[in-house]
């Protein structure tokens, strides 16, 4: 006889498996340019082409063109970062620009630079904010960018395709492999471990559960000791350039130039879910919202469907004002039976986790464990495939820490 799991599991394949044809929607835009990026915050996704930087309040129902502010003709948007109620832009060709409105007016921001015009990444946290130039370099600002520091000793990256924070290290990755330094620092550490060949040329970084993943030349991998040792989470694609990736929880999404795939168990299992897309059309970049998954073709054509086509409940913005503290509230309804829902505040930019323990102490379920922007917020708990009994969520952000109680009841 099937255990309640068993058929909670076979109920997910199938609504999967019959979700994998549904259908892409193409949204208005921007679809006029060579298309580079895609970036969230809050509930608004940015768009960077090398016609210039785009945002959509709407799902992408409609883009708007946010040039305003830009110098010269040239300007192709290759990265967004956000903290601090400040939005970075790193135009390649234009410079490093600074928006605090959200991206309708743009500053130049050159500080002690003299080679800041083609800026390729950018990083940040509510401290630090990180960028390349066109001499290759990395350097930092704690002051808004008034006075860069480089980092230039050690095995650097030179000239990274991607730059992430997590706690105090920042990450990068270039045609060289995998990198570390300390915030703050200027040496930097190179770890490729048993990367080899193509597999050291890494396209993009993420960092979710508890794990370092690069999309590279030659397949996915993933790291939980600092590229000490790799894990290639799809033999299949060991071969193929993986260009892009985005990581909810345990599903991971990873773009190529001729498909689209998920793994909704953490790299265990993938399927392909480029069916209604636009045939042999490279991914450039992906990114999700409460509702949504937004892919960018190479074109720069974004196209979007529901997150519940995959099975994945999103986690919902309730208000974009900036709360004072973090907080995690207690569940309602509690007692619950399947689903219950779990409010809290970010106050800040940064790594938000709320993982779930049964009363052993055992990990059973991590609802949000990705990058927030500050608001407030919502996620569902769908205890269906759980014995009734007490669990324990905790919360933590930054130097925040909380833990509460909750009793399903079947």
């Known amino acids: 006889m099937k255990t309640a799991k068993q058929i909670l599991l076979l109920v997910l394949l199938l609504t999967f498996a019959n979700n994998i044809y549904a259908q892409w929607t193409i949204t208005l835009g921007p679809g006029t340019a060579n298309g580079n990026t895609l970036y969230r915050v809050g509930e608004t996704i940015y768009a960077g082409t090398d016609a210039g930087a785009y945002k959509s309040t709407n799902n992408g129902d409609n883009w708007i063109l946010i040039n305003n502010g830009f110098i010269g003709s040239s300007h192709g948007v290759r990265d967004f970062a956000y ?4 939005l970075w832009c790193a135009a390649f060709g234009s410079g ?3 928006s605090t409105d959200n991206g309708n007016n743009w500053n130049r921001e050159y500080g002690n630079l003299t080679n800041g015009t083609s800026v390729k990444v950018t990083a940040s946290n509510s401290q630090y904010v990180y960028r390349n130039d066109n001499s290759g370099w990395i350097h930092w600002t704690t002051n808004n960018g008034s006075n860069w520091t480089i980092m230039s000793q050690g095995n650097y990256p030179y000239g990274p395709n991607s730059l992430i ?3 105090n290290l920042l990450y990068a990755g270039d045609y060289d492999g995998f990198h570390w330094s300390i915030l703050g620092g200027t040496s930097w550490t190179r770890v490729n471990g048993n990367l ?9 970084l993420k960092y979710a559960n508890n794990k ?3 999309a590279t030349r030659a397949g996915i991998w993933s790291s939980t000791n600092t590229g000490i040792n790799w894990t290639n989470l799809n033999l299949a694609l060991s071969t193929v350039a993986i260009n892009t990736l985005s990581v909810l929880d345990q599903n991971i999404f990873i773009g190529t130039s001729d498909n689209l795939y998920l793994s909704i168990n953490d790299g265990n299992n993938w399927n392909s879910i480029y069916l209604g897309l636009p045939t042999s059309t490279t991914i450039t970049s992906i990114a999700y919202n409460s509702n949504y998954l937004f892919v960018m073709l190479q074109t720069g054509i974004v196209y979007r469907r529901p997150l519940s086509d995959f099975g994945i409940i999103g986690i919902q913005s309730i208000s974009s004002e900036v709360p004072d503290n973090y907080h995690l509230s207690q569940n309602y309804p509690n007692p619950f039976n399947p689903t219950t829902n779990i409010n809290f505040n970010v106050p800040k930019s940064g790594f938000v986790k709320i993982t ?3 009363i ?3 990990e059973i379920s991590m609802p949000v464990n990705q990058e927030m922007t500050p608001g407030s917020y919502k996620v569902d708990f769908d205890g269906s495939s759980l014995s009734s009994g007490i669990y324990y969520y905790t919360m933590t952000g930054g ?3 909380e833990t509460k109680k909750m009793m399903l009841v079947k």
């Open 360 to 362: 052993n102490g055992r």
């Open 196 to 204: 080899t060949g193509d597999a050291i040329r890494i396209n993009k």
């Open 83 to 86: 903290t601090n109620q400040k």
């Open 96 to 98: 490093l620009y600074f």
């Open 356 to 358: 779930v323990y049964d």
């Open 399 to 401: 130097d925040f820490a």
């Open 212 to 214: 370092i993943y690069i």
């Open 165 to 167: 924070i997590n706690d």
